[in-house]
């Protein structure tokens, strides 16, 4: 399964080559982004889900993120 690419990663990829000094603010960046995905599936699927025993865990949301976006 083809990984896709986030728009954090591709602003670090078409930015890093000419400024290397921001790698660390793109790291933070992408940690951020991928909270802020773990964060909205589980809310997304709290509120369409009725049955708490099959709402989502954050390890299903990191297994979720790392299947589509890769480890990041």
């Given at each position: 399964?083809?990984?896709?690419?986030?728009?954090?990663?591709w602003?670090?990829?078409?930015?890093?080559?000419?400024?290397?000094?921001?790698?660390?603010?793109?790291?933070q960046?992408?940690?951020?982004?991928?909270?802020?995905?773990?964060?909205?599936?589980?809310?997304?699927?709290?509120?369409?889900?009725?049955?708490?025993?099959?709402?989502?865990?954050?390890?299903?949301?990191?297994?979720?993120?790392?299947?589509?976006?890769?480890?990041?």
């Amino acid at each position: 399964m083809e990984k896709k690419q986030t728009a954090v990663e591709w602003l670090v990829e078409q930015i890093k080559e000419q400024h290397p000094f921001w790698t660390n603010i793109f790291k933070q960046a992408k940690q951020m982004e991928k909270e802020q995905m773990f964060d909205a599936h589980i809310e997304g699927q709290r509120v369409f889900d009725k049955h708490p025993h099959t709402q989502w865990t954050n390890d299903q949301a990191e297994q979720y993120y790392n299947e589509t976006y890769g480890n990041g």
